[in-house]
Every structure is written in C-alpha cells, then in structure tokens.
C-alpha cells in the first residue's frame, strides 16, 4: 500500500461517495485514506498533511467546493485537487480551475477517465473531461464569433479604411497619414483579409456600414 497515493474524497451523499471510494480504490496506484462530506473537511484534511490529493465534488452545502479550493490554495499551492461534479455548466469549470482546481470531471465518467484525471492531477497537469473540455471550446468559439468585425482591426487600419471610404487615392492616404505607399498597400491586403473582403468597393461597403465613414 506504500506505493499508492492517498486520496481524500469529499463529497455530502454518502451513497455517491461509498460508490465513488470503491471504483477510487479498484485504480492501480490510488486509495481513499480518508473521507469528508464539505467544504470545510477539505480545508481542514489539506491542512493536515494526510492527502496527496483531494477529491472533490463542487456543490455542498455550507463551504462549498469552489470556494474550499480558494481556501485550501492559500495554505498549500501543491496540492493536486480534482473537482469532482455532476454540471457540465462552462462557468462551474472556469470557476474552478480560476480558483486553483487542477482538474474537473463528471460524476458519470467512466473508471478510465478517472484514472487519467488523477494521474494528470497528481502531475499538476490540467484536465477536462471530454464533455467539460467540449463545452469550453464552444464558448470560446461562440465568444470570438460575437467580435464585431470593425474590432478586429487596429486603430491605423481604420484611418486608413477611412480614407478609402471618403474616395481618397493611395497616394493621398499615405500623405495623410504620413506613411509611405507601400505601408497603407499592406493595411488594405490586410484588411481585406482579415474581413473576408476582395476589393476596395467592399471595403467602401464596410467603412459605411460601420459608420467610419460617412
């Protein structure tokens, strides 16, 4: 028994946490050494030194999960923490791994799934159940898409995207701005880009839709 870690399991359903010890201690390298049913038991069992990681469900009554970590974090950095949960939800994962949680898995993940969640823990390398990992990307995708497209430019690509929409030459922006020919030829191929667009008429297009030029 030596060899294998100890875990600290804290969940409050007893039932759950008899069903999550045993399916724990069938894992190759890891048993349950002691046990606690909140928030504060985790702060407390981290604390004393017995636990080379804690497992831990996120919501319980009291000191809950989320804010247990803070608290075991300002007493131990090293400490490997799984947050163990039943929601999926993007801001329960952000919540967790903002406040110090290496890792965050789902109560119906498969015994596999667990077993790389520790070893990656206990390695003080993050990990994400499959479903969690999916859930973040949407958002972060969802988040980039909802960037309005004048956002994406700099400030001298929207001066010179304003010359153009007011009918000006090349050569005039460049005077305008005081920058040479080739420097406003390289923020228009950029634009165009960086838009989606393949001509100046559409760049006309743009820089009145959004209102910079008039």
């Known amino acids: 028994m030596s060899h294998q870690k100890k875990i600290a399991l804290i969940?409050?359903?007893?039932?759950?946490?008899?069903?999550?010890?045993?399916?724990?201690?069938?894992?190759?390298?890891?048993?349950?050494a002691c046990e606690g049913e909140s928030g504060a038991d985790a702060v407390e069992l981290a604390r004393s030194g017995q636990p080379d990681a804690i497992v831990m469900d996120v919501s319980m009554p009291g000191l809950c999960g989320l804010k247990a970590i803070k608290k075991i974090r300002e007493q131990n950095k090293q400490l490997p923490?799984?947050?163990?949960?039943?929601?999926?939800?993007?801001e329960f994962v952000i919540n967790a791994l903002?406040?110090?949680?290496?890792?965050?898995?789902?109560?119906?993940?498969?015994?596999?799934?667990?077993?790389?969640?520790?070893?990656?823990?206990?390695?003080?390398?993050?990990?994400?159940?499959?479903?969690?990992?999916?859930?973040?990307?949407?958002?972060a995708v969802r988040s980039l898409r909802e960037v309005s497209p004048s956002e994406q430019l700099t400030g001298r690509q929207k001066e010179v995207l304003a010359g153009i929409a007011e009918g000006l030459s090349t050569r005039d922006i460049a005077e305008k701005l005081g920058v040479s020919i080739k420097t406003v030829e390289s923020h228009r191929s950029q634009m165009m880009h960086r838009l989606g667009l393949s001509n100046s008429t559409e760049l006309v297009r743009f820089a009145v839709s959004t209102h910079l030029a008039t």
């Open 11 to 32: 969940d409050d359903h007893r039932l759950v946490r008899a069903g999550i010890k045993g399916l724990i201690d069938s894992l190759d390298g890891y048993h349950v």
């Open 81 to 90: 923490v799984l947050m163990l949960s039943m929601y999926d939800s993007p």
């Open 98 to 139: 903002r406040n110090g949680a290496d890792g965050y898995i789902l109560k119906d993940a498969a015994e596999h799934e667990l077993k790389l969640a520790l070893d990656y823990a206990c390695q003080k390398k993050p990990f994400l159940s499959p479903g969690v990992a999916k859930h973040l990307i949407d958002l």
